[in-house]
């Protein structure tokens, strides 16, 4: 699982026109990307570190100050443009695999008490943010940890 997080002050995500998503006070914007083999160990791992990191101000959490955040599929995260001029999405599972990782991953956040916004999986989304610092991490569950 593939995750980029924003720390921001405001976002919304819109499908067609309608605001589907928002957070209206500091939080963070995570935009998850779904690959072959994520289960719920990838699924655990995601929503700790996003609901741990301390990442905000005076390097506080999302736990710490009860923020909110706005959960965004993403699947061209796993887009590799390594070759030519067009991206495969291999690596990217398909949606009926990636649907319910990214639910789960929406679920197990609001199971450990944090507030989820979401957008639309599979939709056509317009996303608007206001990024904080800016403070941006790409998060990779196949990544070793490093000390």
Known sequence: MRAVLQRVTRAAVTVAGEVVGHLDGPGIVVLVGVTHGD????????A???RELRIMREEQSVA??????????QFTLYGDARKGRRPT?????????????YEAVCAELERLGTSVERGVFGADMSLELVNDGPVTLVLDSAAPATA
Request: hydrophobic share 55%; glycine share 8%.
């Open 39 to 46: 289960g719920p160990d990838e699924v655990a791992w995601l």
């Open 48 to 50: 700790r570190k996003v």
């Open 64 to 73: 710490d100050l009860g923020a909110a955040v706005l959960v965004v599929s």
């Open 89 to 101: 999405w291999a690596n990217a599972a398909p949606g009926p695999v990636a649907e319910p990782l």
